[in-house]
């Protein structure tokens, strides 16, 4: 069993980082490194994980290494601009994505990227996992974005992920994978577990003919719990009516439940009477004449 690390339970509140000192930090990347192997959430040199280690440094996973077998003395220290302070090897290559996230979200701690193959599989078809289907996925993370392809390695990752970034702790990278941020590194690779275990419940839900969902009624009152729980959340759930903005607000899918607090999935699609629809045809012929 690893040692129970800050983050481990949900009420958990972070540690403030400076009373987790370095060691201990590079062997927590090292923990979740493994799990995140373990998981099959990355495979070969995939995905990497850094942490503040204070208001000015990172320490950060090398690139060209195998999740699943690192060491503590393997680990990157850097500035916030990207800039090697130590370490042997050189820092991640997906490092401008990670120094993007601290810039824009200073209650960021942590960041993990992987690649989970259910999640991974919805951002490769271009499938935001944004349904108001499950009650811990709706108080914790909200819902999980698409952030636009962009090319790996390049600086069109950041500037991807800066759209979404500030109202959300977890996005798909289309085509490409997953990110989460917290305030630890298990913080951070909870979200990881949660949005790939919410990413295989949809999967089966579609299977087995589509998900029933939440009620914009119940999803209101899940947010209210938020607070109640200790649960720090980025951003309100976007309200009807208003433009959505994806740096101050979140897209949840959850339709108006007439009182019910589950409501079948129409998928978008509206049903009309026969009635209504030669109600809607007539009008429509008038306004042409
Ligand atoms: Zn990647």
Redesign the pocket.
């Known amino acids: 069993m690893p040692p129970r690390l800050a983050g481990e339970t949900h009420a958990a509140v972070a540690e403030p980082m400076s009373t987790a000192s370095e060691q201990t930090l590079r062997e927590q990347i090292v923990e979740v490194g493994r799990r995140l192997y373990a998981r099959g959430y990355t495979a070969s040199n995939?995905?990497n994980i850094s942490v503040r280690l204070d208001d000015r440094r990172l320490l950060m996973t090398p690139k060209s290494v195998c999740k699943g077998f690192m060491s503590p003395d393997m680990m990157c220290i850097t500035d916030l601009e990207g800039k090697k302070l130590a370490g042997d090897r050189d820092p991640s290559s997906?490092m401008q994505m990670h120094l993007e996230v601290y810039r824009q979200r200073p209650d960021a701690i942590a960041v993990v990227?992987a690649?989970p193959p259910t999640a991974t599989g919805f951002a490769v078809a271009g499938i935001p996992l944004d349904r108001a289907v499950l009650a811990e996925v709706v108080t914790t993370l909200g819902s999980v974005p698409i952030a636009e392809y962009a090319t790996?390695s390049t600086k069109e990752l950041p500037e991807a992920v800066r759209k979404y970034v500030r109202a959300h702790d977890g996005m798909l990278l289309a085509n490409?994978?997953a990110l989460t941020l917290g305030r630890d590194l298990f913080a951070a690779y909870y979200k990881m577990e949660t949005i790939e275990h919410f990413a295989k419940i949809s999967l089966v839900a579609r299977l087995l003919g589509g998900e029933r969902l939440l009620s914009r009624q119940e999803v209101d009152r899940l947010q209210g719990l938020r607070g109640m729980y200790g649960i720090a959340s980025p951003a309100p759930i976007c309200q009807p009516g208003t433009a959505d903005d994806p740096a101050s607000c979140q897209t949840v899918f959850a339709p108006e439940g007439d009182g019910a607090r589950l409501v079948p999935d129409m998928d978008g699609e509206i049903r009309l009477t026969y009635r209504e629809l030669t109600a809607l045809i007539a009008a429509a012929v008038r306004e042409l004449k």
């Open positions: 995939d995905g997906e990227h690649h790996p490409h994978g």
